[in-house]
């Protein structure tokens, strides 16, 4: 009887797994169309693009919009400011959240959990009703329509100190009282200690500040006005009142700007997926 049971049980399970696969095969394919379509768009003529009824392949795939994109508007440019302004918030969200994810986590002081609260209070707060003040701040410390009003506003991150304190308050005292014995100083504790403890939590807060501050549409097209300060995320609206029609070039140049974040995807998944998981743990 127990050996009739079992092949039925494993029959079950293989037809369990196949209809899971089915379902997450349906399910990527599903996610993944708008993708494809933006490509496929992407290689078609301007007249294909707007035809009715629409064509999912192009009848003759050709690189004429990404041609344009490249020659006719300053997309170098765009892409050098997007990488100045994603990689420095990134690095000094990292510096800040970590200094501050220590202080919070290993210094007594009065007012620490007051502070603390107020802090974490700040992540209901949506950006929305933040953005006029924001604009003030700029305008009075004259960083309007410059690169540093891109990177000021981002230096803080009040989940990044969150995260960091959470992971450094899981660092023993011991350790750090130790290094005081042996005469090291605070800032050389926490950049030789507390640093190498904190990478993992470090590699989350820097793929989510990075992706964060590249795809920021917002508050880039409040602060910036000059063509040549643009970043990437703004060449969209520059395709769109220039080429009201134009399609094929907004679908090309939304590939170019998506690019870069697959590659970074391709390169560190690994590390992505344990980001996340990292994230939901604490």
Known sequence: MAASTH???????????????????????????????????????????????????????????????????PFFTWFRNSIVV??????????????????FAKFEFRGRGLLFTLLLATLMVPFPVI?????????????????????????????GIFLMRQFASGIPDDLIDAARIDGAGEFRIYWRLILPQLQPAMATLGIFTFMATWNDYLWPLIAINDQDRMTLPLALTFFNSQHSTR???MMAASVLIIAPIIIVFLFFQRQF???????GMK
Do not use: C, W
């Not at 997926?273 to 994230?279: D, I, K, P, R």
């Open 7 to 73: 092949p039925q049980a494993r029959q079950r399970a293989s037809i369990s797994l196949i209809l899971l696969y089915v379902a997450l095969s349906i399910g990527a394919i599903l996610m993944a169309m708008p993708l494809i379509q933006m490509i496929l768009t992407s290689l078609k003529s301007a007249d294909e693009a707007i035809r009715i009824p629409p064509t999912l392949i192009p009848s003759h795939p050709s690189l004429a919009a990404y041609r344009t994109v490249l020659t006719e508007a």
């Open 86 to 103: 994603a990689v420095s918030v990134t690095l000094l969200q990292l510096f800040t959240s970590t200094l501050a994810g220590y202080i």
């Open 273 to 279: 997926v344990n980001a996340v998981a990292l994230s």
């Open 247 to 249: 399609y094929d070039l």
């Open 131 to 159: 953005l006029i003040p924001t604009y003030l701040i700029v305008v009075q410390l004259h960083l309007l329509n410059t690169l540093y009003a891109l990177i000021v506003p981002g230096m803080v991150s009040a989940f």
